[in-house]
């Protein structure tokens, strides 16, 4: 089984950008959905991005516009682009297979201040 591993959390002002990174341990080639998961404090955890092999994307409205996720099948990594972040983005970001099973990676902590 597949497993995720996230990076590029940290503290940023508002208004500031970072770049998540998830790479896989095996290949997500055959994969045809992966995503992006958050769970701010004190909510359930939602699903905020997808994307396909084909290069498909969904956002939910809350980020469209400012993030972008991405997939380098080569590298076996996915990404997700954050930009003009809120502080209602404070929350743990987590990479997820979504084809064949909900698989999630450990998270990463991401914290916009005001």
């Known amino acids: 089984q597949v497993q995720l591993v996230e990076s590029g959390g940290g503290l940023v002002q508002a208004g500031g950008s970072l770049r998540l990174s998830c790479a896989a341990s095996?290949?997500?080639?055959?994969?045809?959905?992966m995503g992006w998961y958050r769970q701010a404090p004190g909510k359930q955890r939602e699903l905020i991005t997808t994307i396909t092999n084909g290069g498909s994307t969904n956002y939910v409205d809350s980020v469209k516009g400012r993030f972008t996720i991405s997939r380098d099948n080569a590298k076996n990594t996915v990404y997700l682009q954050m930009n003009r972040l809120k502080p209602e983005d404070t929350a743990v970001y987590y990479c997820?297979?979504?084809?064949?099973?909900?698989?999630w990676g450990q998270g990463t902590q991401v914290t916009v201040s005001s």
């Open positions: 997820a297979r979504i084809s064949g099973g909900v698989v």
């Open positions: 095996g290949s997500i080639f055959s994969i045809n959905v």
